[in-house]
């Protein structure tokens, strides 16, 4: 931190004289101690997860929902400081209404990644703000396909196969690259992403979390139907919504036990070290 | 042309007289949203033993000229509610634009509560309602009809562009308040009629009636929507009005060239 002293970091819109935006990089050090979050974008959906830390056992499982439902066929993770989390859901969820207003369509991915991301940048540009203190996954889909993107605290964004943010995106994302994501299955993607949150979460083993997770689909019987109507909606027939509980729970299994596997092959593998040892 | 710097561009007075200036300071308020343009006539909704009924045709008229033949009235909102529309056809795309938004906004909590039809029935009565406060009503006349998905309990309610509502087993709005509910009211006068009328009966009453209206409403049209709601959801479909007989025609007089 050679930056503290120096004055540029006291103010956004002032560069450091090596072109540096200090606050800016700032408010990506508090994205980096946020909440696992992950976003995978498979052959037929997109997923979203994302590691929620107990902080409390007086709170209702399930309740503080991370992961956001923009617009029937949208859904934004975000990680790092709530309160700017739920600034920007509301922006986006305001940005999709308006397209629909002027267009008469559901926005495009793209379209509301730019939209979200000029919003974020705006944020770095004026002393009487401060940049978002969140990563945003966006995931979606439109005529093009399913689509993620993740837009950072400079309003910089990207789209992608995988991406990972928070805490133990390090780990996620080097699981992230071993998986084959144009080939990958939703439903294959939902065991994929629950092993990748817990196999992040090994840093700090000792505390409880949750998996929170949605997909955007295209075939899920149960959800179709309850969020649209289909006659004259404005709607591109893809949908956001919670990945059913029993899935979750079997992938929070089935990742559990792997893991616990993992440990016991390496700590036989040290068992049987130390035997030759002696 | 004026060449005089205050009037550079005008016409010359003395060529073509004064500018008739006297429309930009109207005193009267502006009127131009406050008749139908485009227009659907009625729809129907009857209530049955496990659920409702509605219809309405797919004409669209302008004025007496059948201007458009393929306009869907009827709309879906969620699971088990479906809102046709008479009246202006405009004013309707832009009512099925508010449900659609508040459909969405009411996905924001994600806690498996959805909207249904008395609750959508509400909305719409106070959106109309407010309209005609600002004297800038939604011209449309509107059914509401849905199912209570775990009980089945039928529901169907009227709202006009007043903000006038009520409910009975039978309902239409338009010229079917005329033509089609007396028939209706044979068959369901009350509640307890309702327990009575299976789905094929209220179908073929329904049926029944679109007929009637074909026959006597000048901008009612051939084919027609129908939704069905019951406990399982929304079974929607198309259907054109079958086993025409025009021989009543011969008794009507009055119109055209007749010599008796």
Same mark, same amino acid.
């Given at each position: ?169 390090q780990a996620a994302k080097s699981e992230i690259e071993k998986l084959n994501l144009s080939e990958l299955s939703l439903l294959q993607a939902v065991k994929e992403a629950a092993r990748i949150i817990y196999v992040a979460h090994d ?76 | ?37 485009? +227009?659907?006539?009625?729809? @129907? ?5 496990? *659920?409702?009924?509605?219809? $309405?045709?797919?004409? %669209? ?89 775990? +009980?089945?309990?039928?529901? @169907? ?5 007043? *903000?006038?509502?009520?409910? $009975?087993?039978?309902? %239409? ?88």
């Amino acid at each position: 931190m050679t930056s503290i002293g120096t004055g540029y970091d006291l103010s956004n819109s002032v560069f450091s004289p090596d072109g540096r935006n200090f606050q800016v990089e700032y408010a990506q050090k508090a994205v980096e101690n946020g909440a696992t979050t992950i976003g995978l974008r498979c052959k037929d959906g997109v997923i979203l997860a994302c590691e929620k830390l107990i902080t409390s056992k007086l709170l209702v499982p399930g309740s503080n929902k991370r992961i956001s439902t923009i617009d029937r066929h949208l859904g934004i993770a975000t990680s790092g400081l709530i309160p700017d989390g739920k600034h920007f859901i509301n922006r986006a969820r305001d940005e999709s209404i308006s397209w629909r207003r002027n267009f008469k369509e559901s926005i495009p991915v793209a379209s509301l990644a730019d939209r979200m991301g000029s919003y974020a940048q705006a944020y770095t540009l004026y002393s009487s703000v401060r940049p978002f203190g969140v990563t945003a996954i966006i995931a979606g889909a439109d005529d093009d396909g399913p689509g993620l993107y993740m837009i950072e605290p400079s309003g910089l964004y990207w789209g992608y196969f995988g991406a990972a943010t928070g805490k133990g995106r390090q780990a996620a994302k080097s699981e992230i690259e071993k998986l084959n994501l144009s080939e990958l299955s939703l439903l294959q993607a939902v065991k994929e992403a629950a092993r990748i949150i817990y196999v992040a979460h090994d840093d700090n083993k000792d505390k409880e979390f949750e998996i929170e997770m949605t997909w955007v689909t295209r075939d899920s019987g149960k959800a179709t139907a309850a969020v649209t109507g289909s006659r004259g909606m404005i709607w591109n027939g893809w949908v956001h919504e919670d990945v059913p509980r029993e899935l979750v729970e079997e992938a929070a299994r089935e990742a559990k036990k792997a893991i616990e596997e993992d440990d016991d092959e390496e700590e036989g593998q040290k068992a049987e070290k130390m035997d030759e040892d002696l | 042309m004026n060449q005089h710097p205050h009037g550079w561009g005008r016409p010359r007075d003395d060529v073509y007289g004064a500018y008739d200036s006297s429309y930009l300071n109207s005193t009267q308020p502006v009127t131009h949203t406050q008749r139908p343009i485009v +227009t659907g006539t009625s729809v @129907l909704g009857v209530k049955f033993q496990d *659920g409702v009924i509605i219809a $309405a045709d797919n004409i %669209a008229s302008y004025g007496s000229l059948a201007r458009y033949d393929n306009v869907e009235r009827l709309l879906q909102v969620g699971t088990h509610t479906v809102v046709g529309a008479g009246g202006d056809m405009s004013d309707m795309q832009y009512l099925h634009l508010l449900l659609d938004n508040l459909l969405i906004k009411e996905q924001y909590p994600a806690d498996d509560h959805h909207l249904h039809a008395p609750q959508v029935h509400s909305y719409i009565s106070r959106v109309l309602y407010q309209r005609r406060n600002k004297f800038d009503p939604l011209w449309n006349s509107i059914l509401t009809a849905g199912a209570d998905p775990n +009980t089945s309990e039928p529901f @169907l309610s009227y709202v006009d562009l007043r *903000g006038t509502t009520f409910s $009975a087993p039978a309902l %239409a709005t338009g010229f079917g308040a005329h033509l089609a509910v007396p028939i209706l009211r044979r068959h369901v006068p009350d509640e307890a009629a309702v327990k009575d009328l299976t789905r094929e009966d209220a179908e073929k009453l329904v049926d029944e009636c679109m007929k009637v209206l074909w026959y006597r409403d000048a901008r009612s049209g051939v084919t027609y929507s129908w939704s069905v709601i019951t406990k399982e959801g929304v079974e929607t479909g198309s259907k054109k009005i079958e086993n025409q007989s025009w021989k009543f025609a011969e008794m009507i007089k009055g119109y055209g060239a007749q010599n008796i």
